[in-house]
């Protein structure tokens, strides 16, 4: 079975960065797309970044600037890069990834900036 899990959240200061990491297991195949959504409290999940194959990159205009998404096929991981952070990006971050029409979700990971 396949399996996502996140790490790198954690607590920060406004203005600092943190780096996330979403690395699957269980799974002999590329994924189409990898990408990460936040949800803060009282509000809706929303995406962050994505990423799809040939490294096409969409980002929330909240985000732009500030967050860099990538990925490492071999591993078939990803990573978001979140630098300047604001406290609105105080959220719980989750993996999200597409494969063959099937879309797969890590546990999740809380960040919390300070201000």
């Known amino acids: 079975q396949v399996q996502l899990v996140e790490s790198g959240g954690g607590l920060v200061q406004a203005g600092g960065s943190l780096r996330l990491s979403c690395t699957a297991s269980?799974?002999?195949?590329?994924?189409?797309?990898m990408g990460w959504y936040r949800q803060a409290p009282g509000k809706e999940r929303e995406l962050v970044a994505e990423?799809?194959?040939?490294?096409?990159?969409n980002y929330a205009e909240s985000v732009k600037g500030r967050f860099t998404i990538g990925r490492e096929l071999t591993k078939n991981s990803a990573f978001l890069q979140m630098n300047s952070l604001k406290s609105e990006d105080t959220a719980v971050y989750s993996c999200?990834?597409?494969?063959?029409?099937?879309?797969?979700w890590g546990q999740g990971t809380q960040v919390t900036v300070s201000s």
């Open positions: 999200k990834a597409v494969g063959f029409g099937v879309t797969y």
């Open positions: 990423i799809t194959i040939g490294d096409k990159t």
């Open positions: 269980g799974t002999y195949f590329r994924f189409n797309s």
